[in-house]
C-alpha cells in the first residue's frame, strides 16, 4: 500500500462505515497542492466524469477539517480555501491580490518573536496566522516563474538539508580552528575527530541533496521556503570567532559544548513541531548528531579538567563573579 493509501486507512475510525465516496474526494484532495476552495474541489472531484454530489463535497471537506487532514485559510475573500495536512508543513501565505496565487514560507526567526511575544505576555498561543497581501513576484515584473509545481515537502526537504549542510560546514571550520590552536595532544584528537566526523557528515547529507535534485532538477529554481537567519549555524560561526581571539584547551571545549548544544535544541524543538516529512526526518537526525557530539565534548571536559586542575581555585571564582555580574 503507498503511503497515502495507508494514511487513509489509518483515519477510518475502528469499525467505521466504509464510504468510498469519502476515500475517493479525500484521495483527491489529498493530491492537490495549494489552496482549494470548496467549490475549486467539486470542480477537480467531478474532473472525470465522476457523479458526486456537491453537498458530499462540502460535508466531506468539513470532516477532514475535524479529522486534521484539512486546514482551512482564510485569505480574506469572503470564503474560506483548505490544504491539505499530510506531509504538508505548517507555513505562513504570501498572497498576490493581482493572480490570487499564493505561496508558502517559514521563518524561524518569525516563530522565534511568536513565541517570546506570547510568553511575554502569558499568553497560551495556540495557531498564529501570518498573511501577507501584495503583488508576486512574476504578477510584478511579467516574468514567469518556474512552470511546473513542486510539494512544499519536497521544498521543506531541501531547505532542510540546506541548513543542515551550511551548519555542518561551519561546524567543520570551527574543529579545525580548534584543533589547530589546541595545546593539549588529547585535546587536539578530539577535535580532530569532530573535524572528520563533520566532514563525513557533510558527504553524506550532500549526497542525499544531490539524490532529491534527481528526483526534481528544477528543484533549485524554486524559492525558499524555509527561512532562518541565525539559526544553528550562526552558533558555530560565532564560535569560530571567539576561538580566533585565542583561548585556552578548557575554554575551547567550552564553547564547543555551547555551540553543540545550542545546534541540538534548535533542531529538535524545529524538527519535532512539524508533520512527518523528510524534512522533519533530516531535522530530527541532524539533532541526533549533534547530541553525539555534545555528549563527547562534555566527556572530553570533565577529562581534561581532571588532567590539569585549575592552578589557583582563587582564580576560578573570581572569574565566576564577574561573569555572574
Ligand atoms: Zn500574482
Ligand atoms: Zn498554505
Known amino acids: 500500500m503507498d503511503p497515502q493509501s495507508e494514511y487513509v486507512e489509518r483515519l477510518r475510525p475502528p469499525g467505521g462505515r466504509r464510504s468510498s465516496k469519502r476515500d475517493l474526494i479525500v484521495n483527491v484532495f489529498l493530491q492537490q497542492e ?10 477537480v472531484v467531478r474532473r472525470d466524469g465522476r457523479k458526486i454530489s456537491r453537498a458530499t463535497v462540502y460535508r466531506t471537506l468539513q470532516w477532514m477539517v475535524e479529522a486534521g487532514i484539512a486546514r482551512k485559510v482564510d485569505f480574506g475573500e469572503g470564503r474560506f480555501r483548505f490544504e491539505h495536512s499530510y506531509r504538508h508543513p505548517r507555513h505562513f501565505h ?33 495557531k498564529s496566522v501570518v498573511q501577507i497581501y501584495g503583488t508576486c513576484d512574476a504578477c510584478r515584473t511579467g516574468r514567469r516563474g518556474p512552470a511546473h509545481k513542486v510539494t512544499t515537502e519536497l521544498l521543506f526537504a531541501r531547505d532542510a538539508l540546506r541548513i543542515a549542510i551550511a551548519t555542518e560546514r561551519s561546524g567543520l571550520d570551527f574543529y579545525r580552528r580548534a584543533a589547530r590552536l589546541t595545546r593539549d ?16 557528515h557533510l558527504a553524506t547529507l550532500e549526497a542525499r541533496y544531490a539524490e532529491l535534485l534527481e528526483q526534481d532538477p528544477e528543484l533549485e529554481s524554486h524559492p525558499t521556503f524555509l527561512f532562518f537567519k541565525g539559526a544553528a549555524n550562526g552558533l558555530f560561526a560565532a564560535g569560530a570567532e571567539e576561538l580566533s581571539r585565542g583561548v585556552d584547551d578548557r575554554a575551547a571545549l567550552k564553547i564547543g559544548i555551547r555551540c553543540e548544544r545550542g545546534s541540538h535544541r534548535f533542531f529538535k524543538r524545529y524538527g519535532e513541531r512539524f508533520e512527518d516529512s523528510e524534512g522533519k526526518r533530516i531535522f530530527l537526525e541532524f539533532a541526533e548528531e549533534e547530541r553525539e557530539h555534545l555528549q563527547l565534548l562534555m566527556r572530553e571536559y570533565r577529562a581534561l579538567r ?3 586542575p585549575k592552578a589557583s581555585p582563587e582564580a576560578g571564582t573570581k572569574r565566576t563573579r564577574r561573569a555572574s555580574a
Open 185 to 200: 595532544a588529547r585535546g587536539r584528537q578530539v577535535f580532530q575527530k569532530l573535524a572528520d566526523e563533520e566532514k563525513e
Open 34 to 43: 495549494g489552496h482549494l476552495s470548496a467549490d475549486d474541489l467539486v470542480d
Open 306 to 308: 581532571d588532567r590539569q
Open 94 to 126: 504570501l498572497i498576490c491580490k493581482g493572480c490570487n496565487q499564493s505561496s508558502e514560507f517559514l521563518s524561524s526567526d518569525i516563530e522565534g518573536l511568536i513565541e517570546e511575544i506570547a510568553a511575554t505576555r502569558g499568553f497560551e498561543a495556540r
